[in-house]
Nanobody, 126 residues
C-alpha cells in the first residue's frame, strides 16, 4: 500500500521561506516521478514542481527561481524549498506519485499521478 505524508506547512509573511516534505511508503521515489501540486481556495489543483525518477526537476513558471524541489533517496522523501513567498502562494500543497516506474510522462499533468497525500496548508499573509 502506497502512502504519502506531507509536512512543513504553516503561516508565514510575504518574503519568508518554508520547506515542505513528503515522505512515502510502499514505493521508492527514485524509480518514479514525484510532484507537488497546490490548490488555492476556489481554484483548480495546479502543478508546482516535479522531480523525475532520473532526478531531473521541472517547475511551473510561477515558482521558477523561488522554489526548489529535491529528493533524498535514503529517506524516500522529497522536499519543496519555498523562498520569497507571496500571498498568491497560499494554498494546500499536495504531494503526488506516479505509480509507474521509469516512465517519461507529462509531469505537469494531474492525471499522470496515481497516489496523493492529504495535503499541507501554506498561508502567506502580512
Amino acid at each position: 500500500q502506497v502512502q504519502l505524508v506531507e509536512s512543513g506547512g504553516g503561516v508565514v509573511q510575504p518574503g519568508d521561506s518554508l520547506r515542505l516534505a513528503c515522505t512515502g511508503s510502499g514505493r521508492t521515489f527514485n524509480t518514479a516521478n514525484v510532484a507537488w501540486f497546490r490548490q488555492g481556495p476556489g481554484e483548480e489543483r495546479d502543478f508546482v514542481a516535479a522531480v523525475r525518477w532520473t532526478g531531473t526537476p521541472h517547475y511551473a513558471d510561477s515558482v521558477k527561481g523561488r522554489f526548489t524541489i529535491s529528493r533524498d533517496n535514503a529517506k524516500n522523501t522529497i522536499y519543496l524549498q519555498m523562498n520569497t513567498l507571496k500571498p498568491e502562494d497560499t494554498a494546500i500543497y499536495y504531494c503526488a506519485l506516479d505509480g509507474r516506474r521509469h516512465v517519461q510522462s507529462a509531469v505537469a499533468t494531474r492525471t499522470s499521478y496515481d497516489y496523493w497525500g492529504q495535503g499541507t496548508q501554506v498561508s502567506v499573509s502580512s
